[in-house]
């Protein structure tokens, strides 16, 4: 069906930067919107960020200003630009899309892919 591939993810000192990418591939017809959520050790995945076709974009109040979101929908990628990090962004970093797909060419569907670590420790 969809397959997401993020990359990008890693240790970074407070304050520091790291871009995460996502990449969608399979029998994709149309890209929907895409989006970033997180899942902290003990606590439930969250929103971090979305974007839609159009390029609206929709933010968690607690990145809004550090973080930014963008797509390129001719690579059908989405980009997330985390800078002013904090240790409480440590997390899996998950990126989610809605595709319609040669199999469901008429009803969106939501796709996850298997997440990146980021932490933010000294």
């Known amino acids: 069906q969809v397959q997401l591939v993020e990359s990008g993810g890693g240790l970074v000192q407070p304050g520091g930067s790291l871009k995460l990418s996502c990449a969608a591939s399979?029998?994709?017809?149309?890209?929907?919107?895409m989006g970033w959520y997180r899942q902290a050790p003990g606590k439930e995945r969250e929103l971090v960020a979305t974007i839609t076709s159009g390029g609206t974009t929709n933010y968690a109040d607690s990145v809004k200003g550090r973080f930014t979101i963008s797509r390129d929908n001719a690579k059908n990628t989405v980009y997330l630009q985390m800078n002013s990090l904090k240790p409480e962004d440590t997390a899996v970093y998950y990126c989610?899309?809605?595709?319609?797909?040669?199999?469901?060419?008429?009803?969106?569907?939501?796709?996850w892919g298997k997440g990146t670590l980021v932490t933010v420790s000294s």
């Open positions: 989610n899309t809605e595709a319609l797909t040669y199999s469901s060419p008429y009803s969106y569907k939501a796709y």
């Open positions: 399979g029998s994709i017809v149309r890209i929907g919107t």
